[in-house]
């Protein structure tokens, strides 16, 4: 886990283009955090037929993805702080190719269409140009997430009451980064100054590869919004935000996971996961020096009370500026008797000036104990797959690190939709021991499984083991694609991966180049009889045999109904490449393998895969 937000550049990630020969890095197809029912109480609710008055205001620092309804009339944007490294505060408005459900458009294009809008409620604008009204915002291209071309745009609309109908007032096109800009746009024009005044912005896309590759065609051309002021009394230089707030999201308390088992860190993990510092990511957006306090509180959610408060003073900071304060955390997590823990970590800003917005003071995270590891933060900003020609056995593989002797029950991963269900092929989940910093010896090869996706928040599936796979120290886990086609896997493009993400290709595990890390989990603990994906457990595992075992020249499976013309088996060795395909299954000639330790995958002649073996070829 990476304490400090990573600050990526995306000229290092090229949408729709090979990355290293065969890693291909995308954008999301769609985003289940917009299609999952929301659960916090939004801002006080507007009916439709009402009339807002001046200021409007919104910097977006709720949690809830969608904007608020009590301000705007749709909810096609996304609401979330983790697309862009320049914010103001800790929330903006991301426009992209995604509609209010988080599927691409049906109308999307390689041409520009009209993707997002957001449109203010009706807004009382019965004044005069004396009465000097100004709209500003901010606006970013691109943010960590694709860049819009040239030919791509963001534009503001103003709507006319008296004449119902909108007028285009301000673009912006794409084509180079450049962090947040602001806008002052001055409202002068009769037709506006009327009560019943609207404005909307809407974002123009157009999508690479929707064609040619539909699996690797998805979201592009994000824009981020910010800190949106219509009031009077206004002028060109009236720029300064008047506020201290947080901007970059809260992390994990320990070293390495964002989270992990309960028992692993109960048991053996404390000393070296808990974390010894925490960070504070905030800025005085005002032009003058500010005095601040910052304070943390944990609390044990599962216990309702609060495990420790723990304040750190106030000192001053400057006009302007960004800071990334590093304090000392002189706390452990305390952990009972039970199976899953959660503590509410919030971070809290004290700034002794009555104007500023209090609602971006403070930030929140949930720290897990659960049953599985993971790196990512739960949110994908990107797409990640291995593609193109040699990559129909690429496997792609994260580590972990097991602090005891447990067990694997299954993998968990948040897949990408495509466009046209270009994505739903099948794969093999997997497991591999650890060789000095890559992938070793296969452990574990699971059921053949279809991709999928879910419109569960975090758009996470778990694809679970027939048997427990034991492991201790480093292990990996991923998958194993079946065709060349596309595997479109999210990306957490704020966490880097650090050395624990690999790809196998070719006959060679290579360390990864992606600027991010995949939504990929080991999840721990013993399994049941199902899949939660939908599969049906392989049964008579068991039953399955290599005989003889050890064999110089030829080895014949022993089957748990007798039946020897019905199956067929794939040979691996154990860099995952396939050096022997047979339909026989007795008396299966091994004899120009170079000794060693192999795997055998039995499927049905229906392609099904029933059993996972291991067998050694002596001298």
């Given at each position: 886990?990476?304490?400090?937000?990573?600050?990526?550049?995306?000229?290092?990630?090229?949408?729709?283009?090979?990355v290293?020969?065969?890693?291909?890095i995308?954008?999301?197809m769609?985003?289940?955090?917009?299609?999952?029912?929301?659960?916090?109480?939004?801002?006080?609710?507007?009916?439709?037929?009402?009339i807002?008055?001046?200021?409007?205001?919104?910097?977006?620092?709720?949690?809830?993805?969608?904007?608020?309804?009590?301000?705007?009339?749709?909810?096609?944007?996304?609401?979330?702080?983790?697309?862009?490294?320049?914010?103001r505060?800790?929330?903006?408005a991301?426009?992209?190719?995604l509609?209010?459900?988080?599927d691409?458009?049906?109308?999307?294009?390689?041409?520009?269409?009209?993707?997002?809008?957001?449109?203010?409620?009706?807004?009382?604008?019965?004044?005069?140009?004396?009465?000097?009204?100004?709209?500003?915002?901010?606006?970013e291209?691109?943010?960590?997430?694709?860049?819009?071309?040239?030919?791509?745009?963001l534009?503001?609309?103003?709507?006319?009451?008296?004449?119902?109908?909108?007028?285009?007032?301000?673009?912006?096109?794409?084509?180079?980064?450049?962090?947040?800009?602001?806008?002052?746009?001055?409202?002068?024009?009769s037709?506006?100054?009327?009560?019943?005044?609207?404005?909307?912005?809407?974002?123009?896309?157009?999508?690479s590869?929707?064609?040619?590759?539909?699996?690797?065609?998805?979201?592009?051309?994000?824009?981020n919004?910010?800190?949106?002021?219509?009031?009077?009394?206004?002028?060109?230089?009236?720029t300064?935000?008047?506020?201290?707030?947080?901007?970059?999201p809260?992390?994990?308390?320990?070293?390495?996971y964002?989270?992990?088992?309960?028992?692993?860190f109960?048991?053996?993990?404390?000393?070296v996961?808990?974390?010894?510092?925490?960070?504070f990511?905030?800025?005085?957006?005002?032009?003058?020096g500010?005095?601040?306090?910052?304070?943390?509180?944990?609390?044990?959610?599962?216990?309702?009370?609060?495990?420790?408060?723990?304040?750190?003073?106030?000192?001053?900071?400057?006009?302007?500026?960004?800071?990334?304060?590093?304090d000392t955390?002189?706390?452990?997590?305390?952990?009972?008797?039970?199976?899953?823990?959660?503590?509410?970590?919030?971070s809290?800003?004290?700034?002794?000036?009555?104007t500023?917005?209090?609602?971006?003071?403070?930030?929140?995270?949930?720290?897990?104990?659960?049953?599985?590891?993971?790196?990512?933060?739960?949110?994908?900003?990107?797409?990640?797959?291995?593609?193109?020609?040699?990559?129909?056995?690429?496997?792609?593989?994260?580590?972990?690190?097991?602090?005891?002797?447990?067990?694997?029950?299954?993998?968990?991963?948040c897949?990408n939709?495509?466009?046209?269900?270009?994505?739903?092929?099948?794969?093999?989940?997997?497991?591999?021991?650890?060789?000095?910093?890559?992938?070793g010896?296969?452990?574990?090869?699971?059921?053949?499984?279809?991709?999928?996706t879910?419109?569960?928040?975090?758009?996470?599936?778990?694809?679970?083991?027939?048997?427990?796979?034991?492991?201790?120290?480093?292990?990996?886990?991923?998958?194993?694609?079946?065709?060349?086609?596309?595997?479109?896997?999210?990306?957490?493009?704020?966490?880097?991966?650090?050395?624990?993400?690999?790809?196998?290709?070719?006959?060679?595990?290579?360390?990864?180049?992606?600027?991010?890390?995949?939504?990929?989990?080991?999840?721990?603990?013993?399994?049941?009889?199902?899949?939660?994906?939908?599969?049906?457990?392989?049964?008579?595992?068991e039953?399955?045999?290599?005989?003889?075992n050890?064999?110089?020249?030829?080895?014949?499976?022993?089957?748990?109904?007798?039946?020897?013309?019905?199956?067929?088996?794939?040979?691996?060795?154990?860099?995952?490449?396939?050096?022997?395909?047979?339909?026989?299954?007795t008396?299966?000639?091994?004899?120009?393998?170079?000794?060693?330790?192999?795997?055998?995958?039995?499927?049905?002649?229906?392609n099904?895969?029933?059993?996972?073996?291991?067998?050694?070829?002596?001298?």
């Amino acid at each position: 886990m990476d304490k400090v937000r990573s600050i990526i550049i995306l000229s290092l990630l090229v949408f729709t283009i090979d990355v290293n020969g065969q890693e291909v890095i995308t954008g999301v197809m769609n985003n289940p955090s917009l299609a999952a029912p929301e659960k916090v109480v939004k801002k006080t609710r507007v009916k439709s037929s009402s009339i807002l008055s001046l200021p409007f205001y919104d910097d977006f620092s709720y949690k809830q993805f969608a904007p608020a309804s009590g301000l705007w009339s749709d909810r096609y944007v996304f609401i979330n702080n983790t697309f862009s490294t320049d914010q103001r505060n800790q929330g903006m408005a991301t426009f992209d190719a995604l509609d209010q459900n988080g599927d691409l458009y049906a109308r999307a294009t390689a041409i520009p269409f009209a993707a997002d809008t957001l449109t203010s409620l009706p807004i009382n604008l019965a004044y005069t140009p004396a009465d000097s009204l100004y709209l500003s915002f901010l606006y970013e291209p691109g943010g960590i997430a694709d860049l819009p071309e040239t030919n791509d745009s963001l534009t503001l609309e103003f709507y006319a009451p008296e004449e119902g109908m909108w007028h285009s007032v301000w673009r912006a096109n794409g084509g180079a980064k450049q962090g947040f800009k602001r806008a002052m746009i001055g409202i002068t024009h009769s037709r506006y100054l009327k009560s019943g005044f609207k404005f909307r912005f809407t974002n123009y896309a157009s999508l690479s590869g929707i064609v040619s590759e539909p699996s690797k065609a998805g979201n592009a051309d994000e824009w981020n919004l910010d800190c949106i002021l219509l009031n009077k009394g206004r002028n060109l230089n009236d720029t300064v935000m008047e506020d201290v707030a947080m901007t970059l999201p809260l992390r994990s308390l320990l070293n390495n996971y964002e989270a992990m088992p309960y028992n692993q860190f109960k048991e053996k993990a404390f000393w070296v996961e808990m974390g010894s510092w925490f960070y504070f990511d905030f800025i005085n957006n005002d032009n003058e020096g500010r005095k601040i306090d910052r304070s943390v509180i944990i609390k044990d959610v599962y216990k309702n009370k609060t495990a420790q408060l723990i304040n750190y003073g106030a000192a001053n900071y400057s006009a302007g500026t960004s800071y990334n304060i590093k304090d000392t955390l002189q706390y452990t997590f305390q952990l009972v008797s039970s199976d899953s823990a959660l503590f509410q970590i919030k971070s809290c800003l004290g700034t002794y000036n009555t104007t500023d917005s209090l609602q971006n003071d403070t930030l929140v995270f949930n720290q897990v104990f659960s049953n599985y590891f993971a790196y990512d933060d739960g949110s994908k900003e990107a797409g990640y797959g291995i593609n193109g020609e040699g990559s129909d056995n690429a496997m792609v593989a994260m580590r972990y690190r097991s602090y005891m002797v447990d067990s694997v029950a299954g993998i968990s991963i948040c897949f990408n939709d495509a466009y046209n269900n270009a994505n739903r092929k099948y794969f093999y989940p997997m497991v591999w021991s650890d060789d000095n910093g890559k992938p070793g010896e296969i452990l574990a090869t699971g059921d053949e499984s279809i991709v999928k996706t879910t419109t569960a928040h975090n758009g996470f599936v778990t694809y679970k083991f027939s048997k427990s796979v034991p492991v201790s120290d480093y292990f990996w886990v991923g998958w194993k694609q079946l065709s060349e086609t596309y595997l479109n896997a999210g990306l957490d493009i704020n966490t880097l991966p650090r050395g624990r993400q690999y790809y196998w290709i070719n006959g060679n595990w290579n360390e990864s180049s992606a600027p991010g890390t995949i939504l990929l989990r080991a999840v721990m603990g013993s399994v049941g009889t199902t899949t939660s994906t939908g599969d049906n457990p392989v049964t008579n595992r068991e039953r399955f045999s290599i005989y003889p075992n050890p064999s110089t020249d030829q080895i014949t499976l022993s089957t748990p109904d007798g039946d020897t013309e019905n199956y067929r088996l794939t040979i691996y060795n154990l860099a995952g490449s396939i050096v022997l395909l047979s339909d026989n299954i007795t008396g299966v000639d091994i004899s120009s393998l170079t000794p060693g330790c192999y795997f055998v995958i039995v499927k049905t002649t229906g392609n099904k895969s029933v059993a996972t073996l291991k067998f050694i070829k002596a001298n």
